[in-house]
């Protein structure tokens, strides 16, 4: 009886611990497609204001302000790796003539 419980016990553990797994990993999984969708993002948007030549408020516009200047903004500032995101020491919107945060766009 008690080692039939005891049994028990160590299985349920182990479909815990293996259900726990599957939601670490679906997170990490979530949080690198994020992180890649962002880093296109940004890129297009550089494009947009670099290349193409628009202000930051005209590629929001552009993108039917389906993005914030202020989220537009963090998106083309590349981080050390390489990613978009926050950094505080590049003010890419500066470079480009485009809106910086809090720039009313339209």
């Given at each position: 009886m008690v080692e039939r419980r005891r049994r028990?016990?160590?299985?349920?553990?182990?479909?815990?611990?293996?259900?726990?797994?599957?939601?670490v990993t679906a997170i990490v999984e979530r949080d690198e497609a994020v992180a890649q969708a962002e880093q296109?993002?940004?890129?297009?948007?550089?494009?947009?204001?670099?290349?193409?030549?628009?202000s930051l408020a005209e590629a929001v516009e552009?993108?039917?302000e389906?993005?914030?200047?202020?989220?537009?903004?963090?998106?083309?500032?590349?981080l050390d790796d390489g990613r978009p995101g926050q950094n505080a020491g590049r003010d890419a919107s500066a470079?480009?003539?485009?809106a910086g945060?809090?720039?009313?766009?339209g």
């Open positions: 028990a016990r160590i299985e349920r553990e182990r479909r815990i611990e293996d259900l726990a797994v599957q939601v296109r993002a940004g890129a297009a948007l550089r494009e947009l204001t670099d290349v193409e030549g628009l552009w993108c039917d389906q993005v914030s200047a202020k989220e537009a903004t963090r998106l083309r500032r590349p470079r480009s003539g485009g945060p809090g720039t009313p766009v």
